[in-house]
């Protein structure tokens, strides 16, 4: 049986990116994201890609029209929670180690440790209140080499890489277990 509830996206996991810019000192700069998705349109496929309020790495994507969008993994995860609950604005938020290099066809911020990478460039973009949608045409994808090996099976390659969810304002990993409350990660 089925109930009327709020209005909300609890339990419909999302998978979790770092939207990577460079700032105006083209130091990078890392925000945490979920409202990530695709479209196909006569090119090809494209990435939907949603931010809400002002956001340092919002105002980076309208300002360059390109970012980098790094899966995020149980094993960056705590650097990933950190990114997203430190405001952008703070001119301490970067202050800490973490190794990037830059994207192979756009001027971007490539995180490291994130198996992989979209390379993306704004073609449109829609605003909603203090949300905006930026349609974005994928100009490159970075894979590390072993999830291009065919020879290894799907489930392994993507059991070996554990990409994290989140909903109800928790992080789950690829199986469903919980692994903690947004905010907490660091601590884990």
């Not at 979209?118 to 490159?140: A, H, P």
């Not at 390659?157 to 277990?177: A, E, L, M």
Request: net charge negative; proline share 3%.
């Amino acid at each position: 049986m089925k109930i009327s509830t709020a209005i909300s996206n609890d339990f419909c996991p999302q998978t979790l990116f770092l939207f990577g810019t460079y700032k105006e000192d083209n130091t990078p700069n890392f925000g945490l994201f979920c409202w990530f998705s695709y479209y196909w349109d006569g090119d090809g496929l494209g990435i939907m890609a949603c931010i809400g309020e002002n956001k340092l790495t919002k105002d980076r994507i309208r300002e360059n029209k390109v970012f980098s969008a790094n899966l995020v993994t149980e094993e960056i995860l705590p650097i990933a929670d950190y990114f997203g609950i430190k405001k952008g604005y703070s001119n301490e938020k970067m202050n800490i180690e973490f190794e990037t290099e830059k994207g192979h066809v756009l001027d971007v911020p490539v995180f490291s440790k994130s198996p992989i990478v979209y390379e993306l460039e704004v073609s449109q973009s829609i605003i909603f209140g203090d949300s905006e949608v930026f349609l974005c045409k994928i100009r490159n994808v970075l894979a590390d080499d072993f999830l291009c090996d065919k020879t290894i099976s799907k489930e392994k390659r993507i059991k070996t890489i554990r990409p994290v969810h989140t909903t109800c304002q928790t992080y789950f990993s690829w199986d469903g277990n919980e692994i903690c409350g947004w905010g907490k990660a660091g601590n884990k």
